[in-house]
């Protein structure tokens, strides 16, 4: 591991001057990526800014004007653990609890995940479906992006320089809403996703699904039409609206699976991921939510 200096500022502004003074210099939330990286000489950062004691950046969960706001240092362990996540993003849950392991999960940030800008992002297809909204903040001020638009490509994100992710907001359902999360993987464990997605359907009818793994960046696919959401629709009719919305995605061949497989796959997963967000939209139903 090569050699760096380590700052444990506990304001924003300092965060900003540091990074004024040392542009070079990497921000370490949970460090279960960045570090390892650091090990393997793939990063060689001359300096480690510290986010986890900056008070703007505190870890906790919050109500504000009709969203769910998840602070930047919030562990994934914590926000499964949060009863009105469980309760509204269940496919948020779903796709948190397959990132690594406990230890790493305990460590973890939503935040991180989402910044290294993988395609096969596990945290990325559920927030995609259900419209999250990145807070990014910079030394001239704050600013909110879509999910959708914050991802470029791999490893790029739409943050500018000094810009940091302070927090991931989710508007709140107002209306029965029904989620789910699959995934794919080469082995059970801490693999990464060959293929994962996440589907969301609204009281409108209206199906949202993301990708992951298929394409240079986590990919939003929205069906308006109504069929993926009704129940009554015919297989040949929900495989065509499918067949449509996959037309997004441009998966690759590589040590993880070929580009046929991960297509056939994703059609696989979607129709489970359907099947069971329609049944937890009934239930949200009955149960007046």
Same mark, same amino acid.
């Given at each position: 591991?090569?050699?760096?200096?380590?700052?444990?500022?506990?304001?924003?502004?300092?965060?900003? +001057?540091?990074?004024? $003074?040392?542009?070079? #210099?990497?921000?370490?939330?949970?460090?279960?990526?960045?570090?390892?990286?650091?090990?393997?000489?793939?990063? %060689?950062?001359?300096?480690?800014? @510290?986010?986890?004691? !900056?008070?703007?950046?505190?870890?906790?969960? =919050?109500?504000?004007?009709?969203?769910?706001?998840? +602070?930047? &240092?919030? !562990?994934? =362990?914590?926000?499964?653990? *949060?009863?009105? !996540?469980?309760?509204?993003?269940?496919?948020?849950?779903?796709?948190?609890?397959?990132?690594?392991?406990?230890?790493?999960?305990?460590?973890?940030?939503?935040?991180?995940?989402?910044?290294?800008?993988?395609?096969?992002?596990? /945290?990325?297809?559920?927030?995609?479906?259900? @419209?999250?909204?990145?807070?990014?903040?910079?030394?001239?001020?704050?600013?909110?992006? /879509?999910?959708?638009?914050?991802? !470029?490509?791999?490893?790029? /994100?739409?943050?500018?320089?000094?810009?940091?992710? =302070?927090?991931?907001?989710?508007?709140?359902?107002? %209306?029965?809403? +029904?989620?789910?999360?699959?995934?794919?993987?080469?082995?059970?464990?801490?693999?990464?996703? /060959?293929?994962?997605? #996440?589907?969301?359907?609204?009281?409108?009818?209206?199906?949202?699904?993301?990708?992951?793994?298929?394409?240079?960046?986590?990919?939003?696919?929205? *069906? *308006?039409? +109504?069929?993926?959401? *009704?129940?009554?629709?015919?297989?040949?009719?929900?495989?065509?609206?499918? $067949?449509?919305?996959?037309?997004?995605? &441009?998966?690759?061949?590589?040590?993880?699976?070929?580009?046929?497989?991960?297509?056939?796959?994703?059609?696989?997963?979607?129709?489970?991921?359907?099947?069971?967000?329609?049944?937890?939209?009934?239930?949200?139903?009955?149960?007046?939510?």
């Amino acid at each position: 591991m090569s050699s760096f200096a380590y700052a444990r500022p506990e304001r924003l502004a300092d965060v900003f +001057g540091l990074w004024r $003074d040392e542009p070079a #210099a990497r921000l370490l939330s949970g460090g279960t990526d960045l570090l390892v990286a650091i090990r393997k000489g793939r990063a %060689r950062p001359p300096l480690v800014i @510290d986010l986890k004691h !900056v008070q703007e950046l505190a870890p906790g969960i =919050s109500e504000r004007e009709g969203f769910l706001r998840i +602070g930047a &240092s919030t !562990v994934l =362990s914590d926000m499964v653990a *949060d009863a009105r !996540v469980r309760a509204a993003f269940p496919a948020l849950v779903e796709a948190a609890l397959v990132v690594g392991s406990i230890q790493i999960r305990n460590r973890a940030t939503l935040t991180g995940n989402l910044c290294n800008a993988s395609p096969a992002a596990d /945290t990325a297809p559920p927030l995609l479906v259900h @419209d999250a909204v990145v807070e990014v903040t910079g030394p001239s001020g704050a600013r909110r992006l /879509t999910l959708d638009a914050f991802f !470029v490509r791999p490893g790029r /994100t739409a943050l500018e320089r000094s810009e940091l992710v =302070s927090a991931i907001e989710l508007p709140i359902p107002e %209306r029965p809403s +029904g989620g789910a999360f699959e995934r794919m993987t080469r082995r059970r464990g801490v693999d990464l996703a /060959t293929v994962n997605l #996440a589907c969301a359907i609204g009281a409108d009818g209206v199906t949202r699904l993301g990708f992951g793994a298929v394409g240079p960046r986590p990919l939003l696919a929205v *069906d *308006d039409s +109504g069929v993926l959401a *009704d129940p009554g629709a015919s297989a040949e009719e929900q495989d065509a609206v499918l $067949d449509r919305l996959a037309a997004v995605t &441009s998966p690759i061949s590589n040590v993880r699976a070929s580009r046929e497989y991960r297509e056939a796959m994703l059609i696989v997963l979607a129709r489970r991921a359907l099947a069971t967000a329609r049944r937890r939209l009934e239930e949200a139903r009955h149960a007046g939510r």
